[in-house]
């Protein structure tokens, strides 16, 4: 009952920046959480960041630590995730998530279409 639909990815040079959204729609009044997850190919899906409506709280990966932000527009309930300093290995297809009742990393109650970014040396 909720959708969720990311925008966005590309072809970037490593170095370089790229700005995700994801838009939800539907019964948003039930999220708690949201956040980005990505998958690399032959890699199982990684938690890369997400924010808590009840507290504004972000969390992130280690690996996209100072690199990444995780922010969000309440009004029109969307995400954005502000990707700077991108590397190759930042190559995957990233996938906006929410959950209804807990904080992310966890198990999302909702999931995007997915997003391609790659990232080239």
């Known amino acids: 009952q909720v959708r969720l639909v990311e925008s966005g990815g590309g072809l970037v040079q490593a170095g370089g920046s790229l700005r995700l959204s994801c838009a939800a729609s539907?019964?948003?009044?039930?999220?708690?959480?949201m956040g980005w997850f990505r998958q690399a190919p032959g890699k199982e899906r990684e938690f890369v960041a997400s924010?808590?409506?009840?507290?504004?709280?972000?969390y992130y990966a280690d690996s996209v630590k100072g690199r990444f932000t995780i922010s969000r527009d309440n009004a029109g309930y969307t995400v954005y995730l502000q990707m700077n300093s991108l590397k190759p290995d930042d190559t995957a297809v990233y996938s906006c998530?929410?959950?209804?009742?807990?904080?992310?990393?966890?198990?999302?109650?909702?999931w995007g279409q997915g997003t391609q970014v790659t990232v080239s040396s």
């Open positions: 924010i808590a409506w009840s507290a504004d709280n972000t």
């Open positions: 539907g019964r948003t009044f039930s999220i708690y959480s």
């Open positions: 998530a929410a959950d209804s009742r807990r904080p992310l990393p966890g198990n999302p109650d909702y």
